[in-house]
């Protein structure tokens, strides 16, 4: 039963890839067609081997049962962007389309692209939300069971129980340890399922999908044994090795030549999920620029018209990676230097009254989209200290380092959560780092654009900024 359900599991996981491509082809036959130079199959096949061979880099023929819809999406996302990249490359490489064909075959590409991803995300949404209803009368379930009372096998449990939509129901905890041993976790009796051996009869009658091993990672010879043992059943294996003690941040599966690895601290922003956040910052820009640069014309005006000096201030930042860069901000002080550094305080005379103005509305960071056009910055992400600030606390604060693994924002989580402006105190700096490592954890399309909502009421709402 266990082998059919996995069966039927793998075919529709490909009738659902066959779908998404049959939207895709549709909506090229509709947008497309009329301005082609070729017969509609031809470009039709060779959407066809474009997807099919970008699919394999996305895993997209595994099953979608314990990953969150957002992944799913934009993973999917991700798929059909690079594939629209790769298709008009080679739609322009067969180019033979004379100029006034050319002309209405953009603005009909841009069509297709996004007639496709709308269509290929409701319809991955709208199958979602009949799985769960299909899940929850009790269709489309899978049983499964944990080997090792630990606490891993606890928080699999909690997750299966809450996430109903997954159609996980859960057998119990099998270890031949009983559960008020000290070195088991607490078990309440109805999610003790009893021995091992007992685990491996209902294995080998086909009566749980999926067995969990939970075991700490010193028992190694403990679990060979259980999987060597396991290995002649039906059931699918995993292993689960108690890793969030590790406090890990951006963690992932990877494979070098064979042997598995798995990151503990890695910037969510590797592979093309760097190029998803290159292309988010390019569109932020471009938005921003018309609403902008009235704002910083007026700035830049109002800081002549009161001072003398330049109206630009330079400052050395460190970025990805640690590396500095210059960072670009309106002048809102008398002084320039980058030396000697005093943070700016209540009150502080250096500050011009123009300056104050630019400070508590943020209205000075504008200049930073230069540095998002550059490459250097992103529009959100953890904002940067000056150099003598990183020198002073990454000793001090455990991680501090890790905000580094991405780019440094416009905006950030910890700004817009209330630990924006002066960081006179070790808690105030350890606070900015907690809320950086967490936007690393969190990352998506989605929390950007939260984050820059929340932003535009900063100014109105928090006035701790000098």
């Known amino acids: 039963m266990s082998g059919m359900f996995q069966q039927f599991g793998a075919l529709f996981v490909r009738l659902c890839r066959l779908v ?10 509709l947008t497309t067609e009329p301005f082609s130079p070729r017969p509609w199959i031809i470009d039709a096949l060779l959407c066809i081997a474009v997807l ?25 996302t991700a798929h059909w962007s690079i594939s629209f990249a790769g298709i008009m490359a080679l739609f322009a490489l067969l180019g033979d389309l004379p100029l006034a064909q050319a002309q209405a075959w953009a603005p009909a590409a841009a069509l297709w692209y996004g007639g496709s991803l709308c269509a290929i995300v409701l319809f991955h949404i ?22 090792g009372a630990t606490e891993t096998a606890q928080r699999l449990g909690d997750v299966f129980a809450r996430q109903r939509w997954m159609g996980i129901r859960s057998l119990g905890v099998f270890d031949d340890r009983r559960p008020s041993d000290d070195r088991t976790a607490a078990l309440s009796p109805q999610d003790f399922g009893g021995p091992v051996d007992r685990l491996y009869e209902l294995a080998r009658a086909g009566a749980v999908s999926r067995i969990y091993v939970t075991l700490p990672m010193a028992a190694e010879q403990r679990i060979k044994a259980i999987l060597d043992r396991f290995g002649d059943t039906t059931a699918s294996l995993y292993y689960c090795p108690p890793l969030f003690r590790l406090d890990l941040v951006g963690a992932r599966w990877d494979d070098v030549y064979g042997q598995p690895v798995v990151s503990i601290v890695e910037s969510p922003f590797e592979g093309h999920m760097r190029w998803v956040k290159r292309a988010e910052d390019i569109a932020l820009t471009l938005i921003a620029l018309p609403l902008i640069l009235p704002v910083a014309l007026l700035a830049a005006i109002a800081i002549k018209l009161e001072t003398r000096g ?8 460190y970025g990805l ?15 320039t230097e980058d030396d000697a550094f005093v943070q700016a305080r209540r009150g502080d005379s250096r500050v011009t009254r123009v300056g104050a103005l630019l400070r508590r509305t943020s209205i000075d960071e504008l200049p930073q989209f230069i540095n998002v056009a550059l490459g250097s910055m992103s529009v959100v992400g953890p904002r940067p200290h000056p150099v003598a600030l990183d020198d002073n606390f990454r000793p001090l604060i455990h991680r501090y ?48 654009l939260q984050i820059l909502a929340r932003t535009l009421a900063v100014p109105f709402v928090q006035r701790n900024a000098f």
């Open 20 to 29: 998404d491509t049959g939207l895709i082809l549709l909506c090229l036959a």
């Open 52 to 76: 099919e061979w970008t699919a394999s880099f996305f895993h997209l023929s595994r099953s979608w049962r314990i990953v969150r819809l957002r992944h799913e999406l934009a993973d999917l």
């Open 310 to 317: 330049p109206v630009f201030f330079c400052q050395t930042r």
């Open 401 to 448: 380092a890790v905000r580094h693994k991405i780019k440094p924002g416009i905006t950030g989580l910890a700004q817009v959560s209330g630990w924006r402006g002066e960081t006179d105190t070790h808690d105030k700096m350890a606070q900015r780092v907690v809320h950086d490592i967490d936007y690393l954890r969190r990352w998506s399309l989605w929390l950007d």
């Open 321 to 335: 990676d640690g590396r500095p860069f210059r960072i670009w901000k309106f002048r809102s002080m008398r002084v």
């Open 126 to 147: 709208a199958m979602r939300l009949a799985l769960r209803l299909w899940r929850s009368v009790g269709h489309d379930q899978r049983s499964a069971a944990f080997i």
